[in-house]
């Protein structure tokens, strides 16, 4: 008959775990530095700029309406006065 015998191959070597991990590694690595750290530096920038905001600081909102600082929190909260009482 022509049949012939199959055999298991051999089971691959530690250095193969590894070479599999290899493009998961490259692929977080290069997020991290596309994404999480850009993300962190400006987060630091905004707080840097909300640290620095004092009473009467003229600023435009996230929405475009321009209006005066009125009251600076410690939390970070800000309060604006976009006309005259209101």
Known sequence: MFVTPAYA???GGA???FASFLPLILIFAIMYFLLIRP????VKEHQAMVEALRRGDQVVTA???VGK???VR???EVEVEIAQGV
């Open 74 to 76: 410690d939390d970070g």
């Open 9 to 11: 191959q051999a089971a």
């Open 63 to 65: 929405g475009g309406v």
């Open 69 to 71: 600082v009125t009251k």
């Open 39 to 42: 993300q962190q530096k400006k």
């Open 15 to 17: 250095g193969g775990a």
